[in-house]
């Protein structure tokens, strides 16, 4: 069995396989990791999902790093040091890499925003200081247009959010009157990782011991997990004075319940204490 598996990893057909796999799941990472990100906005994936696409129909022709590190090995016969050997079986052909990033790139394509919601996405460029013009002070109306469509399809108050830019390009800061728009564009979910964020959080809430939550407890540490800030920017302050005027006890309260310690060895007990000198 052992035989069979050398013969199989060690032909060359595998090695150009797993090279053309490994640099086609590098680039897919590399994507997924960016989209995760929580400070992309709606244009930029847009953008980074049309540069992957281009780069599967380059590859045919420029292949990767991996696949080209793969063809030298199986010209030489050799990678790192081990003998490899053409299988020759006519049923067993290597990957053809163009139908293989065909398709790929054909799949990502469909990842790509339609035509309405692309056009989003190009209108948002116009709340990115850096595609300003030069005189943009001089030209107040610059992304009245784009600014306007979007509103008129988020559903906002075009009027407010006109102004707001305008604000916005002679202060070089976000108007309040242009926040909602901005709100609005950053609520567009760009992939499922915050989702998936989400049930990650709930599987270390809920385990098999803490399995009887209530739904309305589980939504609250949900809530905390998610969004909440961390333990060293927590002021718990407002929280402790809103328990002690409900009329409950404070931590240092000498009326509570005194704790009951541990009992303690008896000092007598010296086969204890040489164990102890091992901890």
Known sequence: MYEGLQRKITSTEFVLDLALICDALQELSELSLELQDRSIDLYAANQKIKALVQVFKERPITPGPYYEMAATAVERLQFQGVALH???????????????????????????????????????????????PGDVCENLTFGEVEIRNMCRKLQLAEGDAIRGFREYLLEKECAEKLQPLQHALKTIPISSSECERGFSQMNLIITPTRASLLTKTVSTLLFIRLVG?????????????SW???????????????????VEFDE????????????
Request: glycine share 4%.
């Open 268 to 279: 007598s007990d010296d086969n204890m204490k040489e164990i102890w000198k091992f901890l």
């Open 244 to 262: 002690l005027l409900k009329g409950r006890r404070s931590a240092v309260c000498t009326n509570s319940k005194t704790r009951n310690r541990d």
């Open 229 to 241: 800030p961390p333990l060293t920017r927590f002021d718990p302050t407002g929280y402790v004075q």
């Open 86 to 132: 053409t299988s020759g079986r006519v049923n067993d052909p290597p990957i053809d890499v163009t139908a293989f990033y065909t398709k790929l790139h054909k799949s990502n394509e469909k990842k790509l925003l339609d035509c309405e919601d692309a056009d989003i996405a190009e209108w948002s460029r116009v709340l990115d200081q850096k595609q300003w």
